[in-house]
């Protein structure tokens, strides 16, 4: 929990006037709206006004409503492979038929999608690809505009992690270049306060922004007015920034009590990739490293791991494990990393 949420959640309620308890904002709080909008263009290259901004409860919610108003039963839409389990069944429960498009080292590579006639949606997660960490190329952003251009295609471009970056600033987002406005940008402050925050927001192209609007009004708006002015009194002065410094803080020395504690407990043993941001990386196991062996042992130890092929659907990867630290405490960061770095195997020579 930020420190001195409760004091804004409770100042904003004490200001809050009769007719924003009532009134209709379908979008979500005016003010609340201001202050993202001021966020996008300060930190996220994003040339956007309140008027764009439509707040959800966080970014899946942002994209349930996305595909609900665009995929039709058998539509195909673009997924990352690996990539967010539950973005693959959203996706899904409407009915789409997925195409699935691999990851390199330059990200999302469209290379076997390209031809794909009708694809109606194009999700990806360019500042750091969930779950291996990527960064999409500037030549690759380019490219996955013009094919969605010329396809008629929207994109998601999820933004869940950008603001925990550890090496550098991040890349502008994907919708900074969007000329063409093909893209859908959706973000969440779940990751970045607390997950049962249930805060997001979503900046839709205005076609696309007036459907959403039309399936809202229909099934209830599901964010309420107090969280929303909280937030926006948070937003508002210094408190945010800070503790978003703060956090990022933090999540990097849990990074770095991750890889310091495996380095001196399993030199070699392993390879990571995907550490510069986030609150993950992957750890790539030796190849004769059997990795449900190594799960089971773990948890037997206290500790839950997540195989990298949770994430797969098409693509086959080495073993590799999806390593969250951004939850631990120091102390739980130090346990898990060294109990993993104990039961992992020298790699082959
Ligand atoms: C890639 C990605 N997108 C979105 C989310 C969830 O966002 P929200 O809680 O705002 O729906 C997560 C959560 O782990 C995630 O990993």
């Given amino acids: 929990m930020p420190a001195n949420w409760a004091a804004h ?9 009769p007719e924003q308890m009532c009134s209709v904002e379908p979008q979500g709080a005016w003010v609340l709206r201001e202050q993202i909008a001021k966020y996008l263009r300060n930190h996220r290259g994003i040339d956007c006004l309140a008027e764009q901004i439509l707040i959800t409860n966080g970014i899946r ?12 039963p058998g539509d195909h839409v673009c997924v990352e492979d690996p990539g967010y389990p539950a973005v693959h069944q959203i996706f899904e429960e409407a009915g789409a038929n ?6 390199d080292q330059e990200g999302l590579n469209l290379g076997g999608i390209i031809g794909a006639t009708e694809c109606r949606i194009a999700y990806v997660t360019p500042a750091h690809q969930s779950p291996l960490g990527v960064i999409m190329s500037a030549t690759r952003r380019l490219a996955l505009l013009d094919w969605a251009q010329r396809n008629n295609t929207w994109i998601i471009e999820d933004d869940y992690d950008s603001e925990f ?9 994907l919708k900074s270049i969007d000329t063409m406005n093909r893209v859908v940008y959706c973000g969440s402050f779940n990751q970045a306060l607390f997950s049962n925050l249930r805060l997001g927001y979503m900046l839709a192209p205005p076609e696309l922004q007036r459907k959403v609007l039309e399936l809202w009004h229909t099934v209830g708006r599901s964010v309420g007015v107090s969280e929303q002015l909280g937030l926006a009194a948070f937003m508002k002065g210094p408190a945010f920034l800070r503790h978003l410094r703060r956090s990022r803080q933090e999540y990097q020395t849990l990074r770095d009590i991750v ?3 495996l380095r001196a407990e399993a030199p070699g043993r392993y390879r990571i990739s995907g550490e510069h941001a986030g609150f993950h990386l992957i750890l790539w196991l030796s190849p004769d490293q059997d990795e449900n062996m190594l799960i089971h042992a773990a948890e037997q130890q206290g500790v ?4 990298l092929r949770h994430c797969c659907r098409e693509i086959e990867l080495a073993p590799a494990i999806v390593l969250g630290f951004a939850a631990l405490t120091r102390a739980q960061a ?8 104990q039961l992992l195997l020298p790699t082959p020579s």
Wanted: hydrophobic residues 50%; charged residues 15%.
């Fill in 9 to 17: 959640l409770q100042r904003a309620m004490a200001a809050m006037q």
């Fill in 61 to 72: 919610h942002s994209i349930d409503l996305v595909a609900r108003c665009v995929v039709k």
């Fill in 98 to 103: 997925l195409l699935y498009a691999p990851i």
């Fill in 165 to 173: 970056n550890y090496q550098s600033a991040p890349l502008p987002a």
């Fill in 259 to 261: 890889l310091e504690t």
């Fill in 304 to 307: 839950v791991l997540q195989p």
């Fill in 334 to 341: 130090k346990y898990a990393a060294r109990k993993l770095g």
